[in-house]
């Protein structure tokens, strides 16, 4: 069995996530974390720092109307591996799709300190061929929440409440060789910058 305090600890900083809720982030947050990103997923770069990392996913939920979910929590004193669902919006597109992947967390002082995440991002939904995510109580399209993640409301700003940032979908069309060439580089570029910026930047994340 999961550790009930670790497992409600990283459900709660996933409910933050999907809010964009900075307070319940920072609650969450060793002030020391990392957030290490699976390559060549747009803008791999870490996140450093938990004021960056909270305004990070902040800036992400408004990008994409997202929501993501735990559906598996196994836990080993200070450390815990998961899945998880995130259900997102891409540009353009008129049905939310999931993106499935898994997160090694390392606590410190009862806070997360490091987040490994492993997955791949892209514009339709992703999964294990044939896994029988439904019989096992795992988040399925038309049910955002799982077994061990029941629903609950959220605060999250809707689609299009952005900053101007392009979105998800459009830079990952543009990277994947979909968009006309060389249209979207500056945007890409800008996304990049925005989303992680250099190390030290503070308003990289606003």
Known sequence: MPDPTTAALIRRYYDACTDGDLAELGATLHPDVVHWFLAPNVGSAPVRGREHLARYWRKVTRMIDARWVVDHVVTDGDEAVIEWTMFWRPDGAA??????????????????????????????????DGFPYAERGYAVAGRE???????RSSTA????????????????RAVRGKAEPGRHT?????????????PGRRDRDE
């Not at 997160?103 to 995440?117: H, M, N, P, T």
């Not at 700003?157 to 990952?172: E, F, K, R, Y």
């Not at 500056?186 to 250099?198: E, K, L």
């Open 145 to 151: 929440a799982s077994d061990v993640h029941p629903t």
């Open 95 to 128: 049905e939310r799709v999931a993106t499935r992947g898994a997160e090694w967390f390392v606590l410190r002082d009862g806070l997360i300190a490091e987040i490994r995440s492993y997955y791949q991002q892209r514009p339709e939904t992703t999964g294990l």
């Open 186 to 198: 500056g945007r890409i570029r800008a996304w990049r910058q925005r989303s992680h910026g250099s």
């Open 157 to 172: 700003l809707p689609l299009g409440a952005s900053d101007g940032s392009p979105s998800m979908g459009s830079v990952i």
